[in-house]
């Protein structure tokens, strides 16, 4: 659990709600017989998951919820 103060911090405890959530997923491409494009549709679910929260809130977003595509 993160230590931060309760009613601070939101974009941290964002961050680390989407890492939280990427370890699993990577554990489970692990055991995947193609791990790699596995872990990249991982990664990119758990970004635009993160990048929805982020849009969500009247904060500056993090500065790789503002690229497209590939990108």
């Known amino acids: 659990p993160l230590l931060l103060p309760p ?3 939101a974009h941290l405890r964002r961050q680390a ?3 939280d959530a990427l370890r ?3 554990n489970d491409c692990c ?4 791990p790699l494009p596995c872990a990249r549709r991982a990664w ?3 970004l635009d ?3 929805t929260d ?3 809130v009247k904060t500056r977003q993090f ?4 690229r497209h595509g590939p990108a």
Do not use: N, S
């Open 7 to 9: 009613t601070a911090f």
């Open 17 to 19: 709600a989407a890492l």
């Open 24 to 26: 699993p997923r990577l």
């Open 31 to 34: 055991r995947h017989h193609a």
């Open 44 to 46: 990119t679910d758990v």
């Open 49 to 51: 998951g993160f990048c």
């Open 54 to 56: 982020e849009f969500g």
């Open 63 to 66: 500065h790789c919820c503002r």
